[in-house]
């Protein structure tokens, strides 16, 4: 059934009885051309444009628990492209423009705001890089204005811009950032790559792998064998767990992120702020209720929760960036997992193992690179070499010395 | 999640800072496969989903480095020792 607002006035005459199921719940087959382990936005995407660029008529995706259940339903909802590094930048920025188009093309409305995303500097050396990245910016055809504290108090007058530790002296704006909804991104994508044939299989956990000789040639799961030519991992947050399946040892430790969000207010904070001096970034999503985050906890957990203090932590942020914050109730605060790759970059290529390709390694920015994530992950299950713009995403990269950090930090995943 | 130290008693984990697995060892740079034992030791880690043998130090209490085992699926502390070579008063 197409959306449309006919097929919405058509279902308001039969009052909204009979809208059809928006995905099939499929049960597993015995075989595939390709399977994708993880039924989240990277590992539904990766299905749809196996399906729609490249032709794969046999798909499965195998999701644990229900799809959606992970990390693409526990972030912070923010896309951008404003990344330093050109390995880094054009990956993103063609994922930005997928989500410019993504509700045309998955007929489904995943709430794309471009409301701007604005890094906030409290130094003139920070000034001065947030001047060279964005200039990096530009010279890949991005959108990036440097701003003055004079046009940031027009556009956030409440923030403490005589703050005697962080002076906000100026910031880094892209326009054409902004938020989608999380979960309607993950239910388009369920929708476009079932209407084209995918069997989304939930409920479905891996548990091993069929091997052939050197070659994995399937996987067992709690539903039973299936066989697949090509599988691709598309697990973040579990890269570790699943890859040991394989006997893989990886350049990855999973830490949890906490989240956190807000009664609902009137509009306050129009697009996103990140206060990264503090530790802290904010945005409002449309219900009214502010939505803000900091750093990682800083140890290795597969909990999906975190810690007191990195709560406190984030709110002092909060306090310090936007003192009016302190009227406002936290209604919630919940974690996630995240793959904290050593150059804090991800990770799309295939592996040491036959037929077992790798999509990973997300640190904590995994939700922007939905789209791209999956379209250059499909590209390399399908033509079995990477994607032009996920070469830099080499697992290979950390043995060469070609590593990619955006901060420079070293191989200490919890300073990413 | 509080951390039990064996000199200030069982403290705020606020007080620590974490350094990561504690397996790490320094490989012999004079071996031929050298440059792959680096590869491994620098970057590659088991990650596991339990318990996990791991280095903090107290840097806002006694200033000791310390050998946790902590379960990383409900960070419950399962053991703890000093780390390093004085850890054992026996072994000097």
Not at chain 1, 174 to 191: L, N, Y
Not at chain 1, 385 to 396: M, P, Q
């Amino acid at each position: 059934m197409r959306y449309s607002i006919f097929t919405l006035a058509r279902q308001a005459f039969s009052g909204h009885r009979r809208w059809s199921e928006a995905w099939r719940d499929a049960e597993p087959r015995p075989g595939y051309d390709v399977v994708v382990i993880g039924g989240g936005g990277h590992g539904l995407a990766t299905a749809y444009y196996l399906a729609r660029n490249h032709g794969v008529s046999r798909i499965a995706v195998l999701e644990r628990g229900w799809i959606g259940s992970g990390n693409a339903g526990r972030n912070t909802t923010i896309i951008r492209s404003n990344y330093l590094l050109a390995g880094n930048n054009p990956f993103y920025e063609w994922s930005l423009r997928l989500w410019e188009g993504l509700e045309q093309d998955l007929n489904y409305n995943t709430m794309v705001s471009q409301r701007g995303v604005l890094n906030l500097c409290h130094t003139d050396a920070q000034r001065d890089a947030f001047a060279r990245r964005g200039n990096a910016m530009r010279m890949h055809g991005v959108d990036a204005e440097l701003l003055d504290p004079e046009q940031i108090r027009q556009m956030l007058p409440l923030l403490d811009f005589d703050n005697a530790r962080f002076p906000i002296r100026g910031g880094l704006l892209q326009r054409r950032g902004g938020t989608a909804r999380h979960d309607a991104v993950v239910w388009g994508f369920a929708r476009a790559a079932s209407a084209l044939g995918v069997d989304v299989i939930q409920n479905c956990e891996v548990t091993g792998f069929v091997r052939q000789g050197e070659r994995i040639c399937g996987v067992q799961t709690t539903r039973g064998t299936i066989h697949a030519d090509r599988i691709g991992m598309a697990v973040a947050g579990s890269t570790s767990r699943v890859g040991q399946l394989a006997g893989l040892r990886l350049p990855i430790e999973s830490h949890v992120l906490q989240a956190f969000v807000s009664e609902a207010i009137k509009p306050l904070i129009h697009g996103v702020v990140t206060f990264g001096a503090g530790h802290f970034y904010i945005s409002q999503s449309d219900k009214g209720g502010l939505v803000f985050g900091g750093d990682i906890d800083g140890y290795n957990s597969y909990a999906q929760r975190g810690n007191l203090p990195t709560v406190e932590d984030v709110c002092e942020g909060g306090m310090a960036l936007m003192p009016a914050l302190g009227r406002v109730r936290m209604l919630r605060s919940w974690g996630g997992v995240m793959d904290m790759t050593m150059d804090g970059s991800p990770i799309i290529d295939r592996t040491p193992v036959e037929g077992l390709y790798l999509n990973g390694g997300w640190c904590y920015g995994g939700f922007k690179a939905t789209p791209a994530s999956g379209w250059c992950f499909a590209h390399l299950l399908a033509r079995g070499e990477s994607h032009e713009l996920a070469r830099a995403y080499r697992l290979d990269r950390f043995a060469s010395g070609h590593l990619l950090s955006e901060k420079g930090q070293g191989p200490q995943p919890n300073l990413h | 999640m509080r951390i039990p130290c064996p000199y200030c008693g069982e403290r705020d984990v606020s007080e620590f800072a974490y350094l990561g697995d504690a397996g790490y060892v320094r490989p012999d740079p004079d071996t031929a496969d050298a440059p792959r034992r680096y590869v491994e030791a620098v970057y590659l880690r088991d990650n596991p989903a339990g318990p996990h043998e791991e280095l903090w130090f107290h840097s806002q209490g006694c200033r000791q480095w310390l050998q946790v085992r902590r379960d990383t699926r409900t960070h419950e502390i399962l053991g703890l020792r000093v780390a390093g070579p004085t850890a054992d008063p026996e072994a000097g």
